[in-house]
């Protein structure tokens, strides 16, 4: 071996081996055939598919799947027929209305005219040979009068739908299911946000039902370009997720790439958005939050319209938006409707908060410890005095109140809200005054850790705050060990972590880092709405005007 | 101060004519430049001369102000605790990579900038034009010959020799260093202008920071002062990301001498290695001598005379090869 090579092997590069964490085998890991996997078609003998499905189910077990057995008199024949459905999923009203009756009586009644018609005595032609009527068809075009009704060869199809609300009409002789949209299931009305309240605006949120949620987004876009369109993921739940875009706005990639993540997600289950935007955010490692979460269906539509993507995943009030910059976190659904003097002013406050939010408590323990010279004398006699009595070292003293807030909020949160007021004053009693008394803290900590506490409800989106709640503590303990060096350390980690994300190929801090022409962007800084001409240039959509260069047309008749 | 001026402006020209003559190698840098026109050997040769530079710079910056952080802050504590968070620093950054360290920069920078204005207009009161003089130097010499040597202070170009295959688009080359050397210009002017009008001369001897010392007279007012340790944070900052640059280019050079796929892969080791060196107990005369010779005639003799005249011999030798094949 001569030296190159051995040069080069020790430093060529090895890609790093993928972890796999693999389970002991248990007996009840059932391997999965590949016949079960092979999609059945539906049998022509109702009696081998009432047994299929009965298997299927569990019947014996399963309480809630029904399947109603009846006989459909057709022309001179009487053909068995079941009726599939999961009770509670199901409009009992629409199946009586809309399936059966005209199944048993619209099918009686024109039988029954059908044999007046060839009573004696009327003249009538008979004719001799009937022809033979298409069940399939017959039943599809004349019998159930229902807008949403669909033919089905496979129980694949039927059980999701089945699954999702419909009843699946099998008829012996046919190898096929009618599945008849009766969904009828409880849910909760459309009601005020709970976590995104605002003054000025519409007052109404998104709920758990899919079909309510995209209806409320199509309520506001009126338009046929925005496009709903409809996937399943997981194995199991076969949960539906319905990714929305304006077709003439949203950039191809983006809607292509965001249809390729969901697309691709091999999972059993998905129970909500936040489980769906941990599986398809860039960076899953980075606590920071990379994609919008909102329960406002203004919110939403004021993404879409500007090219973002909107998914709506079923069970779940709360709708992502992808892609996502740091600068939407900061900002409110309020901020559109009130008057951007006002707006930038709120901005600028909830800049300041955050500041404080993640730095306040660090910042404390480094002055305190290493940089008392940038207190004022007076100051620092001050806090030397309250601090005088507590037998604890700072660091400790600051970590039994962050930690305690941390309890009281997380106790409030959890309880009822009859408790939740309770749990307020009980926390407001321990940090306001008891732990004062016992001299366990200063009268100045608890005002930083208050204020901190404050300045972390000012921030508008909950998941940034909750990646703030972490990190302060990091800072507190680097403020701790090694004053502002500490502190410069952990902000340049931060930062150099932040700087690394993205969102759907969008940089974490566009239109900052890197910077953009801030005329082609709508920036931090809110322009008035008449300058808000142009769509985000990172976004790269299809058209990248708002309005025209004179929106106020009305202001060039005036003379 | 006309000494400043006139390095600036000659520093511009410099930087023109660097960027005339990239203009012939788009996507190259020094290293790539040196194999074009000296083959393999000056390849190597120049890298090797290059990873010597950026560790040497990289540990005066690093020693000169861990000393201070030391002293200010830390005086019980070792310095290798000191330089500890440095080395953190500079693995995680290497580690997440350049275009993070960028675009970190990219967002301290302003505020360096800012904090320094803000440092020079805090202590306004304090300005003494009587310290400018003699405005015009002590005699033609001293200000243009002698003084063309504090071109030193200038030795931001040295990145422009590596920063082409880094960009994106390589017209933009001209409009990046031209913007970035005026910046760093103003840097270094608004600097030395607020230390030579508070300072006295005799302040030159002083083993702190002299931009410390500036902004421990800076008060607002009766209630706040002795804001200094709000500068130390940023300018922290800044230490941060630019010992993080100095050693992604040093591991940038090393891969492209031994073709290693992923620099990341040796952020450990060199690291380790600048974690030695700054380790290492110079007595004062030595460190001195690093700081003010070593330090001021290797950036001349390397940036501004060796690599432009590697430069221009490529350049030569391009217009040579070019016009040798035309004729066949």
Not at chain 1, 148 to 175: P, Q, R, Y
Not at chain 1, 273 to 288: A, C, M, V
Not at chain 1, 414 to 434: E, K, N, P
Request: charged share 15%; glycine share 4%.
């Amino acid at each position: 071996m001569n030296i190159k090579n051995l040069f080069n092997q020790l430093f060529e590069y090895k890609e790093e081996e993928e972890y796999e964490f693999i389970l002991p085998n248990s007996s009840n890991n059932l391997p999965e055939s590949k016949n079960n996997q092979a999609k059945q078609k539906i049998f022509p003998t109702l009696s081998v598919n009432i047994e299929y499905l009965k298997t299927k189910y569990n019947l014996l077990i399963n309480s809630d799947v029904k399947i109603r057995k009846f006989v459909l008199p057709i022309q001179d024949k009487k053909v068995v027929a079941a009726l599939l459905y999961i009770d509670g999923m199901v409009d009992e009203k629409t199946i009586t209305n809309s399936v059966l009756q005209p199944l048993l009586l619209k099918n009686s009644i024109t039988m029954q005219e059908q044999q007046n018609t060839n009573k004696p005595g009327r003249i009538s032609i008979r004719n001799p040979k009937q022809p033979k009527i298409n069940l399939e068809n017959f039943i599809y075009n004349g019998l159930i009068p229902h807008n949403s009704i669909s033919k089905e060869t496979e129980f694949e199809e039927v059980i999701v739908k089945v699954n999702a609300g419909f009843c699946a009409l099998f008829v012996d002789t046919i190898a096929t299911a009618f599945c008849v949209e009766t969904k009828g299931f409880e849910g909760r009305q459309v009601s005020e946000p709970i976590t995104e309240s605002i003054i000025r605006g519409p007052q109404e949120a998104f709920v758990e039902n899919i079909r309510t949620n995209t209806s409320l987004l199509r309520k506001i876009i009126n338009n046929e370009n925005l496009v709903i369109e409809e996937i399943e993921v997981g194995k199991i739940s076969k949960t539906k997720v319905a990714i929305c875009y304006i077709q003439n706005i949203a950039n191809d990639d983006l809607v292509g790439e965001v249809k390729y993540r969901i697309n691709h997600l091999n999972i059993d289950y998905l129970l909500s958005s936040g489980q769906l935007e941990q599986l398809i955010k860039d960076n899953p490692s980075n606590t920071f939050p990379q994609n919008i979460a909102t329960e406002r269906p203004d919110r939403v539509s004021s993404y879409l319209l500007n090219g973002r993507v909107a998914i709506v995943v079923n069970g779940t009030p709360f709708v992502l938006v992808v892609p996502a910059v740091f600068i939407d976190f900061l900002s409110s659904a309020e901020d559109k409707n009130l008057n951007y003097h006002f707006t930038n002013f709120l901005k600028f406050i909830r800049a300041v908060a955050l500041f404080f939010a993640i730095f306040l408590p660090g910042l404390y323990v480094a002055i305190t410890n290493y940089h008392q010279e940038l207190i004022p004398s007076e100051l620092l006699f001050a806090i030397a005095n309250a601090r005088e009595a507590i037998p604890f070292p700072v660091i400790f003293e600051i970590l039994i109140m962050e930690i305690s807030f941390e309890l009281i909020r997380e106790a409030g949160l959890r309880v009822s809200s009859s408790f939740s007021t309770t749990i307020g004053i009980i926390g407001a009693l321990i940090l306001g005054d008891a732990a004062v008394s016992a001299s366990i803290v200063s009268p100045i900590l608890i005002i930083v850790v208050a204020f901190t506490g404050i300045c972390g409800f000012a921030i508008p989106d909950f998941s940034l705050t909750s990646s703030i709640r972490i990190y302060r503590f990091f800072y507190i303990a680097l403020g701790f060990f090694a004053g502002f060096l500490g502190i410069a350390l952990g902000f340049f980690i931060h930062f150099i972590l932040l700087t690394n994300l993205s969102s759907f190929g969008v940089s974490y801090f566009a239109p900052y880092i890197p910077f953009e022409n801030l005329n082609e962007n709508n920036g931090y800084i809110m322009k008035p709405v008449w300058k808000r001409e142009r769509r985000s240039h990172f976004l790269n959509t299809k058209r990248p005007e708002t309005a025209e260069k004179i929106s106020m047309e009305w202001r060039k008749d005036v003379k | 101060m006309i000494n400043l001026i006139y390095i600036g402006v000659i520093g511009l020209i410099f930087v023109l004519c660097l960027n005339y003559l990239f203009q012939k190698f788009p996507n190259s840098d020094i290293i790539d430049i040196s194999e074009f026109l000296g083959g393999k050997f000056l390849k190597i040769i120049m890298g090797i001369i290059f990873i010597i530079f950026f560790f040497l710079v990289s540990y005066i910056t690093l020693t000169d102000f861990a000393n201070m952080i030391k002293t200010i802050y830390f005086d019980k504590s070792p310095l290798i605790f000191v330089l500890l968070y440095f080395m953190v620093g500079i693995i995680v950054a290497n580690f997440v990579g350049f275009k993070s360290i960028v675009r970190t920069i990219c967002f301290v920078v302003p505020f360096t900038l800012v904090s320094i204005i803000l440092a020079l207009l805090a202590v306004y009161n304090e300005f003494s034009l009587d310290k400018f003089s003699p405005f015009f130097g002590h005699n033609m010499q001293t200000t243009f010959l002698n003084g063309l040597l504090n071109i030193f202070s200038l030795y931001i170009v040295t990145y422009y020799y590596f920063l082409m295959p880094l960009l994106k688009d390589s017209f933009s080359f001209k409009k990046i260093t031209t913007i970035s050397y005026i910046i760093s210009w103003l840097l270094l002017f608004f600097t030395v202008v607020s230390i030579l009008t508070i300072f006295p001369i005799t302040n030159d001897t002083e083993p702190l920071n002299s931009l410390y010392l500036l902004s421990r007279r800076i008060e607002l007012g009766d209630f706040l002062k002795s804001l200094d340790a709000l500068f130390i944070l940023l300018w922290l900052i800044s230490i941060f990301c630019y010992l993080s640059v100095s050693i992604f280019m040093i591991h940038r050079i090393f891969r492209k001498l031994t073709n290693i796929t992923d620099e990341k892969m040796i952020t450990l080791s060199t690291t380790s290695i600048f974690f030695g060196l700054c380790l290492i107990p110079f007595n004062i005369a030595i460190s001195r001598f690093m700081e003010n010779t070593v330090y001021r005639y290797l950036i001349i003799g390397l940036i501004f005379i060796g690599c432009f005249t590697i430069l221009l011999l490529a350049n030569l030798k391009f217009k040579f090869k070019k016009g040798s094949s035309s004729h066949k």
